[in-house]
T-cell receptor, first 114, second 114 residues
Framework: AQSVAQPEDQVNVAEGNPLTVKCTYS??????LFWYVQYPNRGLQFLLK??????LVKGSYGFEAEFNKSQTSFHLKKPSALVSDSALYFC????????????FGSGTQLTVLP | SQTIHQWPATLVQPVGSPLSLECTVE??????LYWYRQAAGRGLQLLFY??????ISSEVPQNLSASRPQDRQFILSSKKLLLSDSGFYLC?????????????FGNGTRLTVT
């Protein structure tokens, strides 16, 4: 069985500061990892994914994530946070099942303070 | 480009009434289709997924059912709604036979059962 953990329910950061949203995972075999963002009353938007190759993955809106196999982590980062980055962030792990079911973390609410 | 449409955006229904939520995808063929429910603005629960017309897999036994009458149409239904059916329902699609393809979500339907 696979699982995804987002240890922080809430992350607060000042505008202009770097931000990190943490994600750890557990899976047998090689993981496919994803980050999504959700704004209020909207669906999830895909930000970035790790499949293989370079451990640093760049995505939309200036976000990036670092895959660390030894620590089984896939933390989301951004060098300089914007107030508009305030949203709910989900980490997700692909299942080995035939329908490719994603396993989602519980979400982290990011608030960027002006 | 591919788009996903979900309607209605909001719905208020009395207990015991029927439900029909519709989702359609444009710009792609043979997608995998998914219904998720999000409770309390956080965790995502996979309800149903489909890999083809008439092929529905249920993840959680419940008061809901799903159907896929056409390749790019996915319908979530209930004969009699319960109070516990309230939530935010999200439809999503992914490319079939591409293990690293992310899910793409609709904007969701906010269902309130009164």
């Amino acid at each position: 069985a696979q699982s995804v953990a987002q240890p922080e329910d809430q992350v607060n950061v000042a505008e202009g500061n770097p931000l990190t949203v943490k994600c750890t995972y557990s899976v047998s075999g090689n993981p496919y990892l994803f980050w999504y963002v959700q704004y209020p009353n909207r669906g999830l938007q895909f930000l970035l994914k790790y499949i293989t190759g370079d451990n640093l993955v760049k995505g939309s809106y200036g976000f990036e994530a670092e895959f660390n196999k030894s620590q089984t982590s896939f933390h989301l980062k951004k060098p300089s946070a914007l107030v508009s980055d305030s949203a709910l962030y989900f980490c997700a792990l692909i299942s080995s099942g035939s329908a490719r079911q994603l396993t989602f973390g519980s979400g982290t609410q990011l608030t960027v303070l002006p | 480009s591919q788009t996903i449409h979900q309607w209605p955006a909001t719905l208020v229904q009395p207990v015991g009434s029927p439900l029909s939520l519709e989702c359609t995808v444009e710009g792609t063929s043979n997608p995998n289709l998914y219904w998720y429910r999000q409770a309390a603005g956080r965790g995502l629960q996979l309800l149903f997924y489909s890999v083809g017309i008439g092929q529905i897999s249920s993840e959680v036994p419940q008061n809901l059912s799903a159907s896929r009458p056409q390749d790019r149409q996915f319908i979530l239904s209930s004969k009699k709604l319960l109070l516990s059916d309230s939530g935010f329902y999200l439809c999503a699609w992914s490319a079939r036979n591409r293990a690293n393809s992310p899910l793409h979500f609709g904007n969701g339907t906010r269902l309130t059962v009164t």
